[in-house]
């Protein structure tokens, strides 16, 4: 067979910028997981692998596809787990990059995970998929929760019907899995196919008579065609000849002369009443009326009013577990205790007893020592709040709250510009803003992207971040804390409202599937926290010994000591500020709360009056994003749009700070 | 009296002096009808090779118009039959606009040639289909007919946009009316297409309904595109 070019149907002309995370899966044993959003494709893949990815309760969660290895039966596969997708026709760019991998790999094998109380979705795109000719198996999972609802699906008569073989599961307690890893060498092509009218199927015809015979997947590929495709038009007419590609141009352009109705549609509807007639046949439910209780707190959670009571304590519960519990009594005894007391004493003492060097022994124990600067740091004022933090995230995602969250925010991310979907990165910004500039891919147009991608590099502070600020605003008047929240609440409503009004494109329409309220699953919490942490310590305690490192090298060669007199008209005078400070947003670039835990200990050691930690916190809250998360940007939106914001948001940080510190004064606030 | 001889002519006559009369231009000057608001130019009066002033007289003679003079006035069988006209007129635009979202053009002239064709139950029919519009695509009033008034006083009209649905209530896709393109590829993905039946589960602060399993929360717009067939 002829496989597409490397660049096949890879519409990178549509999303330059977009990476790719995997190298190209070899033709043969290659499976492929796929399936409906949230339907527990990076579950079965974990059991399938061994490999662990992020697990949640929400359509969205995997963004990018991840590649992991397999054996059974003496096969030994290379699994791919991949984002949701509801179609070949996809909109976002997470579902393009599934769908791309599905067009490009026609001889690898398709798992579809079906959502079993969720049939009909399911076979729909099972219909489309069967156009591919590829080899597969359907996995009905969540058979549990279909039965809960008194869904009863005939497995064999679906398995026969579809000509795959059909396993049920329930992923997260491992049941059914052997089964389902037995039935995989067994995958078959699906024996199904979708009658369409008769203009697109003698359209379709004609078109598959043009293409090379060599393709396998002529049929979904003609479809697409016939639907309009963008990337699937412009990557056959650069592939295919001139005189082909005016042919197909002129079927495809006669089918739609004869419809009224877009051929699109006419193809889905074709599907829709298959898939409707098809699960009719072989499932049957049982009506119940009465409602479990988790699903009518599932609509009190996203209820005008009794919405809004439940946010409240949401919030509540987690400033008490963060704010106080790990922030104040975590950090108190790990940095005024365990290290103010026990290590560093000791290491200090050690350090100058056995260190004959000074330079060396302060490159340990200085002020901007290895071991007394940036452990601390790490370990003792992040750790236990971002842990803290990512345990009561972890939660939220697990029982599915989150979406919850982008229904009861839509009203507020319209004042934005955006619609209620973006709720979604910008809270998972709230955990970490690198990830979340990623997961902006669930977006459906570039202009939400980007207007997301800003709003995250200026005014949503990264978890670790929020801890600190909101430890060091703990011990201030409540004032100072209403006036930080307004001013980056204003500032992200302007700058968004100002990049919705200059930026082209229209804002995208709100459609949000809300997954049902899950009963949390302690055990998935938990490996996904520990997971995170793991993450933490990998990624931030070697960036935050690389900036004490920078640091000491720079006060060392006396180099600090000049920023600080250049950042004197700055930090000193526009931002009314000590000097010290300017080490902080030296380091602020390297990571958020590596900054923000500078100003941590300039507040604890009295040299902050309440004014100066306000302008400090909303300053450093605004200001640049850190290095991965620039990274991230440069990766996801390109080197010239992340360096206009990584500029516009330094400017912005220092400018808002300096206007704060005069009106303060002027209005003779005191804090 | 023996019941009245209607034409295209008589009917086209009967909408314009009915217009005419809304418009607050009545009585009529028969030298001088108010030609703008002729149903179809060319126009069909003249079109058939009758003067109007022929078809005035022959709507004199069955009692249609009342002439004093020069003046012209619908009588009250006129006013009836007028309104039936003008009813058939109307809803037949609200069918093709709103619908069918066919052209300005191609609807006037469509209206002006499908009043004269439709009887007593098919007019019920659109009229029921659309939900008893109110108004015409340009704002001025549908007559009420039998099936709106027995329809208004017994149930809510048959067709309504989603978001006039009572939370929990459960009804079929009628049709999705939107401009959206990329919106109705993204919701047929999601299974929501004509026919499928879905429940309304919260209307703000945004659309919440419920297709199958599937929760859908839409923005208020499609709350108004989505329309749906009460059951």
Redesign the interface.
Known sequence: MIRLPSRALRCSHLSPARPREVAKPALTHSLIVTGNPNVGKSVIFQLLTGRYTTVSNYPGTTVMVSEGKAQWDGLSFRVFDTPGI??L?A?SEDELVARDLLLENPRATVLVVA?A??L??AL?LVLELAETGMKAVLNLNMIDEARE?R?AVDQEKLSAILGVPVAATVATERLGIDRLKKFLPQARPFQIAVRYPDVVETALASLEARLPRELQNRRSLGLLWLARDPAVIEELSHRLEKPVVEDLRRIAGQAQAQSAS?L??LI??AR?RQAQRLTREVSSTEPSRRRPWLSRLG?LS???IW?IPILLAALTVMYFLVGDLAAQRGVGFLEETFFGEWIVPRVTWLAHRLIPFPLLANLLVGEYGLLTMALPYALAIILPIVGMFFLCFGFMEDVGYL?RL??????FCRLLGL??KAVLPLVLGLGCDTMATMTARIL?SKRDRVIVTLLLALGIPCSAQLGVILAMLAGQPILSLWIWLGVVLTLLIVVGQIAARVLPGEE?????????LRKPKLSNIAVKTLGRVEWYLKEAVPLFFLGTLFLFALDALGILKVLERLGQPLVAGWLGLPAKATGAFLVGFLRRDFGAAGLFVLQKEGALNGTQILVSLVTITLFVPCIAQYFMMIKERGARTATAMFVLVTGISILVGGVLLRVLTALRVSL | MPSPILSEPIEEMLELVWTAQEDGLTPLDRDHLPQQLLCFLPHPIEADGHQPQETIDAMIRQGLLSGAGRTIELTDPGKALAREVVRRHRLTEVLLRNVLQVSEEAMESTACQVEHILNAEVTGAVCAFLGHPPTCPHGRGIPRGRCCEVTLKAVEPLIVPLAQLKIGEEARVAFIHTK????????????M??G?RIRL??K???V?IQV????????P??GQEILVRRI
């Open positions: 509801n179609s026709l909109s959502d109380k969720n009909r979705r729909t609802r869904i877009p699109a549609l889905t509807q829709l609509d996203m209820h005008r919405g979406p982008a229904v009861m925010a839509n009203r619609n209620g459906d995208s329409p709100f459609l949000y599937e809300v997954p049902p | 959206r393109h990329q919106y109705l590829k993204r919701l047929s993905a999601l299974g297409a004509p499928r589960r919260q703000q602060p945004a919440v199958g399993e599937t929760e859908l929360a839409l923005d717009q499609a």
